[in-house]
C-alpha cells in the first residue's frame, strides 16, 4: 500500500504573483521577514516556498540576505538546549531578528546595499 501524498500548502494573498516578477523594496522587504519570522517559528524552506510561490533556494537567499542562519539538514533535535550549537543558538536567532528589522527599514527608505553573493565574487 503506498504512502499518501503529503498536502502542499497554498501560496499565501500577498505572496501571489509576486515571484516571476522585478520586486519593489517594499516586497522584498516584506517576504524576508515573513520568512524570517516562519523559518525562526520552525517551518521548513518546502513549506515557505509553497507559501510564497518561490524555490527552496529563493527562500535560502531571503534568509541570508535577513542575517538568519539556517539549520542543517533534517530533523530537529529533540533537545531545546540553546547550547547544542556551541552555545550561540539564541545569540545567532536575536542577530537573525535585528538583521531582519535592519533589512525591512533599510528597503522601505531604498537605501538597502544587501545583495546575495555570486559565485566568483
Not at 533599510?106 to 544587501?114: E, H, I, Q, R, V
Request: no cysteine; aromatic share 4%; charged share 20%.
Amino acid at each position: 500500500m503506498p504512502y499518501p501524498s503529503r498536502p502542499t500548502l497554498n501560496v499565501l494573498a500577498e505572496f501571489v504573483g509576486t515571484a516571476g516578477e522585478h520586486q519593489t523594496p517594499q516586497q522584498r522587504a516584506a517576504l524576508i521577514r515573513f520568512v524570517a519570522m516562519e523559518y525562526q517559528a520552525g517551518r521548513s524552506l518546502r513549506e515557505l516556498g509553497e507559501l510564497t510561490g518561490r524555490t527552496q533556494t529563493a527562500i535560502r537567499r531571503a534568509l541570508h540576505q535577513g542575517g538568519v542562519p539556517t539549520r542543517g539538514r533534517g530533523a530537529q533535535a529533540l533537545s531545546d538546549d540553546s547550547t547544542a550549537h556551541g552555545g550561540e543558538g539564541l545569540d545567532r536567532q536575536k542577530h537573525g531578528l535585528r538583521r531582519v528589522a535592519e533589512i525591512g527599514a533599510n528597503a522601505l527608505d531604498g537605501t538597502s546595499s544587501d545583495t546575495y553573493p555570486t559565485r566568483g565574487t
